[in-house]
């Protein structure tokens, strides 16, 4: 047992050393206030934008109720933000479960425990914490700051908590979002915060929201690496905000405690680093804490001004600016032209500046291609050669899941997840309540390293992926099929939100409905995946084939193949075409075969052309001049010859003759003649 247990602890040591050093994170959310949605609902988002090996299921964490007087203490584990997200038996959660001999032995062991509480609530989780029972909701994008820290258990470790974590303990004990952020704050400020341990990540912003309000909550490590510094600000009743891997609060306000939370490392920290004092006035979080946008300039501000742009567009925020940390262009929220849907979310995610100067996808945009896919692949070695950079879409491929939580006071079927598996641009989101006993396995499995047709993961990753045969004619297809399914689940959703308020139904039948609403969804998505392979295969569009709409010839648009050179291809053939009525020649010579047309040939011989090099003897059998039968046969010009002083040829001769290098006939074959050779097995006496 000792031996086991090192050796998960060197495999562990070893996991985290790899994990320091992965790529993070890079998620995009939006916060929508009750006064700002379209049903009165408060609404946080979240798009899990991996690197294609983010845990893409969605599990149910059920309750839990433990015997405190024990001392019992919670473990806290290692988060990795990669597949698996955990493998184990302590949160007892099935999915989670070792399934095989290999995965027994990488069972997660704690990195550090915290006491544990008498009562944990149910909650649906994803790599983070996404709704519990009390509607409590949050959504993540990982950030930059200018302190890091390593997580314990690896070389020099010193903070226990990840951003994961401790939305999973918010999930287990908060019942608000004012609640989850003060319980989030306090136990990363007394057990220290670790980031993903690079530039890109060694900090985090969430969306926390319940039925009443929002916040804004940002978080990294302190100097010591053992604490933490954090600030929450309160997005007002008719506010819409955006996250986009960036720190966003700017003046904080301790005296403001309706509106702001911060620990008090806030202002020491700054002042001790001389990088803020009392008679500079309020402290600006961002400008003190962010170490910028990571990747390339544009990458978080490109998607703020996107999602104003959607929300906003009266309020005409610039799209250029010097420095995001330094210059702040965006405000922490603002307020939408109009009220915002759960639908109006699904499409924000989805939007990768179509129509704008910005657009992926545009008409004359190479890098798009012909067809205007707005997708641009992670850099490999070309990429590294050449240097540069693409735009940072809100649409993403590479993500592996999309969701929004929908809480609303007195929703009698509590918070609703819209969870999108896979890429945004060709999953459907598909709706889910905590009560639920588990979460179906179409939804609650998958892996990127592993095909599934079970999987609703593989599902959305396969339209979207099989869209790009024919992106701007297929994307249309895609697009209907969305609006289609995700309007029907809106519509379900209300109804059976009605019949159970009234006690007309009882929960087993909003269960069941529920269900067989997914596999539906499930089964719709591999079935738009089959139609496009259909409609587009092969470059041509198959569109109604009981009128006439088969192997429609669409080409490339123009502007594509002047930017390719298509003028510069082969020119037209050399040779002055005769088809199909040239003039015959006086003589009637065969000695020529240049001065003939087909017919003539066909006539004197019985054979069809198929172009000036090529011809085929009649399909129908016909008798030559010695009364031998001719059958199907292709004979290629440049290698056959026909003897020209012999009418017969017997039947037992191999043989061929010399006008020219034309034609070659050989005998006894239903085979293509490919050298001077007889090939086949006809009982032709001649010619």
Same mark, same amino acid.
């Given at each position: 047992?000792?031996?086991?247990?090192?050796?998960?602890?060197?495999?562990?040591?070893?996991? !985290?050393?790899?994990?320091?050093?992965?790529?993070?994170?890079?998620?995009?959310?939006?916060?929508?206030?009750?006064?700002?949605?379209?049903?009165?609902? &408060?609404?946080?988002?979240?798009?899990?934008?991996?690197?294609?090996? *983010?845990?893409?299921?969605?599990?149910?964490?059920?309750?839990?109720?433990?015997?405190?007087?024990?001392?019992?203490?919670? #473990?806290?584990?290692?988060?990795?933000?990669?597949?698996?997200?955990?493998?184990?038996?302590?949160?007892?959660?099935?999915?989670?479960?070792?399934?095989?001999?290999?995965?027994?032995?990488?069972?997660?062991?704690?990195?550090?425990?915290?006491?544990?509480?008498?009562?944990?609530?149910?909650?649906?989780?994803?790599?983070?914490?996404?709704?519990?029972?009390?509607?409590?909701?949050?959504?993540?994008?990982?950030?930059?700051?200018?302190?890091?820290?390593?997580?314990?258990?690896?070389?020099?470790? *010193?903070? !226990?908590?990840?951003?994961?974590? !401790?939305?999973?303990?918010?999930?287990?004990?908060?019942?608000?979002?004012?609640?989850? &952020?003060?319980?989030?704050?306090?136990?990363?400020?007394?057990?220290?915060?670790?980031?993903?341990?690079?530039?890109?990540?060694?900090?985090?912003?969430?969306?926390?929201?319940?039925?009443?309000?929002?916040?804004?909550?940002?978080?990294?490590?302190? +100097?010591?690496?053992?604490?933490?510094?954090?600030?929450?600000?309160?997005?007002?009743?008719?506010?819409?905000?955006?996250?986009?891997?960036?720190?966003?609060?700017?003046?904080?306000?301790?005296?403001?405690?309706?509106?702001?939370?911060?620990?008090?490392?806030?202002?020491?920290?700054?002042?001790?680093?001389?990088?803020?004092?009392?008679?500079?006035?309020?402290?600006?979080?961002?400008?003190?804490?962010?170490?910028?946008?990571?990747?390339?300039?544009?990458?978080? =501000?490109?998607?703020?001004?996107?999602?104003?742009? !959607?929300?906003?567009?009266?309020?005409?925020?610039?799209?250029?600016?010097?420095?995001?940390?330094?210059?702040?262009?965006? +405000?922490?929220?603002? *307020?939408?032209?109009?009220?915002?849907?759960?639908?109006?979310?699904?499409?924000?995610?989805?939007?990768?500046?179509?129509?704008?100067?910005?657009?992926?996808?545009?008409?004359?945009?190479?890098?798009?291609?012909?067809?205007?896919?707005?997708?641009?692949?992670?850099?490999?070695?070309?990429?590294?050669?050449?240097?540069?950079?693409?735009?940072?879409?809100? =649409?993403?491929?590479?993500?592996?899941?999309?969701?929004?939580?929908?809480?609303?006071?007195?929703?009698?079927?509590?918070?609703?997840?819209?969870?999108? +598996?896979?890429?945004?641009?060709?999953?459907?989101?598909?709706?889910?309540?905590?009560?639920?006993?588990?979460?179906?396995?179409?939804?609650? *499995?998958?892996?990127?390293?592993?095909?599934?047709?079970?999987?609703?993961?593989?599902?959305?990753?396969?339209?979207?992926?099989?869209?790009?045969?024919?992106?701007?004619?297929?994307?249309?297809?895609?697009?209907?099929?969305?609006?289609?399914?995700?309007?029907?689940?809106?519509?379900?959703?209300?109804?059976?939100?009605?019949?159970?308020?009234?006690?007309?139904?009882?929960?087993?039948? &909003?269960?069941?409905?529920?269900?067989?609403?997914?596999?539906?969804?499930?089964?719709?998505?591999?079935?738009?995946?089959?139609?496009?392979?259909?409609?587009?295969?092969?470059?041509?569009?198959?569109?109604?084939?009981?009128?006439?709409?088969?192997?429609?010839?669409?080409?490339? #648009?123009?502007?594509?193949?002047?930017? &390719?050179?298509?003028?510069?291809?082969?020119?037209?053939?050399?040779?002055?075409?005769?088809?199909?009525?040239?003039?015959?020649?006086?003589?009637?010579?065969?000695?020529?075969?240049?001065?003939?047309?087909?017919?003539?040939?066909?006539?004197?011989?019985?054979?069809?052309?198929?172009?000036?090099?090529?011809?085929?003897?009649? +399909?129908?059998?016909?008798?030559?001049?010695?009364?031998?039968?001719?059958?199907?046969?292709?004979?290629?010009?440049?290698?056959?010859?026909?003897?020209?002083?012999?009418?017969?040829?017997?039947?037992?001769?191999?043989?061929?003759?010399?006008?020219?290098?034309?034609?070659?006939?050989?005998?006894?074959?239903?085979?293509?003649?490919?050298?001077?050779?007889?090939?086949?097995?006809?009982?032709?006496?001649?010619?």
């Amino acid at each position: 047992m000792m031996a086991t247990t090192r050796t998960q602890c060197s495999l562990l040591l070893c996991f !985290l050393l790899v994990c320091l050093v992965r790529e993070t994170l890079s998620c995009t959310v939006f916060i929508v206030g009750k006064d700002a949605s379209a049903d009165g609902s &408060v609404m946080v988002s979240h798009s899990n934008d991996g690197e294609f090996e *983010t845990d893409p299921r969605l599990v149910k964490v059920p309750a839990l109720d433990f015997n405190t007087s024990e001392g019992v203490m919670r #473990p806290v584990f290692f988060s990795p933000e990669n597949y698996p997200r955990y493998v184990g038996y302590d949160r007892k959660v099935p999915e989670y479960y070792p399934s095989t001999e290999e995965e027994k032995n990488k069972v997660f062991l704690p990195i550090g425990y915290i006491p544990q509480v008498s009562h944990t609530f149910a909650y649906l989780e994803e790599t983070y914490g996404a709704v519990n029972e009390h509607q409590l909701g949050i959504g993540e994008s990982t950030c930059s700051g200018v302190f890091g820290a390593i997580p314990l258990g690896a070389p020099n470790g *010193t903070a !226990l908590f990840s951003i994961d974590e !401790l939305t999973h303990i918010a999930m287990e004990r908060a019942t608000t979002a004012r609640e989850a &952020v003060q319980l989030m704050g306090s136990l990363a400020e007394e057990f220290g915060f670790y980031g993903a341990g690079q530039f890109e990540g060694t900090a985090e912003s969430l969306a926390v929201s319940d039925p009443n309000e929002a916040w804004i909550f940002h978080i990294l490590p302190d +100097p010591t690496g053992k604490s933490c510094i954090w600030a929450a600000q309160r997005v007002p009743e008719d506010g819409f905000a955006v996250l986009a891997n960036m720190f966003v609060i700017r003046e904080v306000d301790p005296e403001d405690q309706d509106n702001f939370m911060m620990s008090a490392s806030v202002h020491q920290v700054a002042k001790d680093y001389h990088w803020w004092s009392d008679d500079d006035g309020l402290l600006d979080f961002t400008k003190i804490y962010s170490d910028g946008e990571y990747a390339h300039k544009y990458y978080s =501000g490109r998607r703020m001004w996107g999602g104003y742009h !959607l929300a906003c567009p009266s309020c005409r925020f610039p799209a250029d600016y010097k420095d995001l940390q330094s210059d702040p262009v965006y +405000p922490v929220w603002a *307020t939408p032209d109009r009220q915002i849907s759960a639908l109006d979310l699904f499409r924000y995610h989805r939007y990768t500046y179509k129509n704008t100067p910005y657009d992926l996808g545009a008409p004359g945009n190479l890098a798009a291609g012909p067809f205007g896919s707005p997708d641009r692949w992670k850099p490999g070695r070309g990429e590294q050669a050449v240097g540069g950079n693409w735009e940072r879409a809100i =649409g993403l491929y590479r993500t592996s899941d999309s969701y929004i939580v929908q809480s609303k006071e007195g929703a009698s079927l509590g918070a609703v997840l819209w969870f999108g +598996p896979a890429s945004a641009l060709g999953t459907v989101f598909t709706p889910f309540v905590v009560q639920l006993e588990k979460i179906p396995a179409s939804f609650s *499995t998958g892996y990127q390293g592993e095909f599934s047709r079970s999987s609703a993961f593989w599902a959305a990753c396969y339209a979207h992926n099989i869209a790009n045969l024919k992106w701007n004619y297929a994307i249309k297809d895609v697009g209907d099929r969305q609006v289609e399914l995700e309007t029907a689940s809106l519509e379900l959703l209300k109804n059976l939100q009605e019949h159970y308020e009234l006690e007309s139904i009882d929960f087993a039948t &909003v269960e069941s409905t529920i269900l067989d609403n997914a596999a539906a969804v499930v089964n719709s998505l591999w079935q738009l995946s089959d139609k496009i392979m259909f409609k587009y295969a092969s470059g041509f569009v198959n569109d109604d084939a009981k009128h006439g709409g088969m192997s429609q010839m669409v080409g490339y #648009p123009a502007w594509w193949l002047e930017k &390719v050179g298509y003028r510069d291809g082969p020119p037209p053939p050399p040779t002055k075409p005769k088809c199909c009525n040239p003039p015959k020649p006086a003589n009637g010579s065969l000695r020529n075969a240049d001065h003939f047309s087909s017919t003539t040939w066909q006539k004197a011989m019985n054979f069809s052309f198929i172009d000036r090099n090529s011809l085929v003897l009649s +399909p129908v059998v016909r008798h030559n001049t010695a009364g031998g039968s001719v059958i199907p046969s292709r004979l290629r010009g440049n290698n056959m010859l026909l003897h020209p002083r012999k009418k017969q040829i017997p039947s037992d001769q191999k043989k061929i003759g010399d006008i020219g290098t034309t034609i070659l006939i050989a005998l006894d074959t239903h085979q293509k003649c490919t050298s001077n050779r007889n090939i086949g097995r006809s009982k032709t006496t001649g010619i």
